[in-house]
T-cell receptor, first 114, second 113 residues
Framework: DAKTTQPTSMDCAEGRAANLPCNHS???????VYWYRQIHSQGPQYIIH???NNETNEMASLIITEDRKSSTLILPHATLRDTAVYYC???????????????FGSGTQLTVLP | NAGVTQTPKFRILKIGQSMTLQCTQD?????MYWYRQDPGMGLKLIYY???????DKGEVPNGYNVSRSTTEDFPLRLELAAPSQTSVYFC????????????FGSGTRLTVV
């Protein structure tokens, strides 16, 4: 799986958009970008994923650059409950080989400030 | 649906003791995983299973054993606890090929003294 690089920490004011960057310059054509988050002491929670098109769901938006070497997770109106570690993961989909595992890096600690 | 249930939530072990961390899921997911998370670090995969009777090692399997006799249950066994195994353990399940379908349990916080 392609490695990812994320900032160690970020702050965001409550009510503002939180933009979390992720670099994945060695991503392959069949690898997706996934975002999970982990609120303190809880198990990780899936947020969103995409291949090359921008994606949006009820939680967030995912913007992937045209060359797919980087992406940004956007939380449009951050709340205090969005304070968490956010993990950017790049991997293939499927049920064989490396697709059987989800590999977590260190992630970005997002702190939403009142 | 209860999702993924882990027991116990907390445990203190003495060096050399053994214990089993329980994990059960009621979503009929065929893939299950055990991760550990040390303080301030990301999750590391210990073992995983792609179905009943099939298990495979992850990144950090030493000191652990697993079994998968049913689709629902995936217990993690520590035979001789060591201080290095002090960590938070998370069990997860998924239904491939949708990797976004990972559902995690709430974790077991283990301290070995």
């Amino acid at each position: 799986d392609a490695k990812t690089t994320q900032p160690t920490s970020m702050d965001c004011a409550e009510g503002r958009a939180a933009n979390l960057p992720c670099n994945h310059s060695t991503i392959s054509g069949n690898e997706y970008v996934y975002w999970y988050r982990q609120i303190h002491s809880q198990g990780p929670q899936y947020i969103i994923h995409g291949l090359k098109n921008n994606e949006t769901n009820e939680m967030a938006s995912l913007i992937i650059t045209e060359d797919r070497k980087s992406s940004t997770l956007i939380l449009p109106h951050a709340t205090l409950r969005d304070t968490a570690v956010y993990y950017c993961i790049v991997r293939v989909e499927g049920s064989s080989g490396s697709a059987r595992q989800l590999t977590f890096g260190s992630g970005t600690q997002l702190t939403v400030l009142p | 649906n209860a999702g993924v249930t882990q027991t116990p939530k907390f445990r203190i072990l003495k060096i050399g003791q053994s214990m089993t961390l329980q994990c059960t899921q009621d979503m009929n997911h065929n893939y299950m995983y055990w991760y550990r998370q040390d303080p301030g670090m990301g999750l590391k995969l210990i073992y995983y299973s792609v179905g009943a009777g099939i298990t495979d090692k992850g990144e950090v399997p030493n000191g652990y054993n697993v079994s998968r006799s049913t689709t629902e249950d995936f217990p993690l066994r520590l035979e001789l606890a060591a201080p290095s195994q002090t960590s938070v353990y998370f069990c997860a399940s998924s239904f491939p090929p949708n990797n976004y379908g990972y559902t995690f349990g709430s974790g077991t916080r283990l301290t070995v003294v």
